[in-house]
């Protein structure tokens, strides 16, 4: 079975500063590993995608994250947040092959002025 | 183009009620088909999934049950609902290991 774990299900950075979110996953085999925005009352948006190849992915936003197998990361991070980066955000794992898409906790990001 | 339409967007309903959720997609065939729930402050829970026509798979028990009875179209129902069912209720759909799309989501408040 695979599973998603999101250490920190609140995080709070300053404007301009780094953001850094943290996804582990386990996998019985090679994994398709996402990243997802939610804005409030809205449905999911993807932020990036790995699926094979180049191990760092850039995505909308400004965001980008590394694949990383043998600590089995999926780690999101951005340089400088924005206001508009206070969302939730969603790491999410499927097989290569398979069908169900398996979801972390959720990390709510707040961000101060 | 690919859309998937989920409704309604809010919903009030009285405990021991029915429910009824549909969700729709067009522009795909064959689509892998899922009921997701956000309780307050507990993050996104999968309730059911389906392959195909009629599969159904469910992932937690519970007092909901999901059907699929045509290819693109996916319905989340109760026969008598509890309070523990009021949520956000967000329907997705992907092909096998890609990239999921939501609809816009459906808030449930069970009073």
């Known amino acids: 079975a695979q599973s998603v774990t999101q250490l920190g299900s609140h995080v709070s950075v300053s404007e301009g500063a780094l953001v850094l979110l943290r996804c582990n996953y386990s996998s019985s085999v090679p994994p398709y590993l996402f990243w997802y925005v939610q804005y409030p009352n809205q449905g999911l948006q993807l932020l990036l995608k790995?699926?094979?190849?180049?191990?760092l992915v850039k995505g909308i936003n400004g965001f980008e994250a590394e694949f990383k197998k043998s600590e089995t990361s999926f780690h999101l991070t951005k340089p400088s947040a924005h206001m508009s980066d206070a969302a939730e955000y969603f790491c999410a794992v499927s097989k290569a092959a398979g069908n169900k898409l398996t979801f972390g906790g959720g990390t709510r990001v707040l961000v101060k002025p | 183009s690919q859309t998937i339409h989920q409704w309604p967007a809010t919903l009030v309903q009285p405990v021991g009620s029915p429910l009824s959720l549909e969700c729709t997609v067009e522009g795909t065939s064959n689509p892998n088909l899922y009921w997701y729930r956000q309780a307050a402050g507990r993050g996104l829970q999968l309730l059911f999934y389906s392959v195909g026509i009629g599969q159904i798979s469910s992932e937690v028990p519970q007092n909901l049950s999901a059907s699929r009875p045509q290819d693109r179209q996916f319905i989340l129902s109760s026969k008598k609902l509890l309070l523990s069912d009021s949520g956000f209720y967000l329907c997705?759909?992907?092909?096998?290991?890609?990239?999921?799309?939501f609809g816009q989501g459906t808030r449930l408040t069970v009073v």
């Open positions: 997705a759909w992907n092909l096998n290991g890609q990239v999921a799309f």
């Open positions: 790995y699926t094979t190849g180049a191990t």
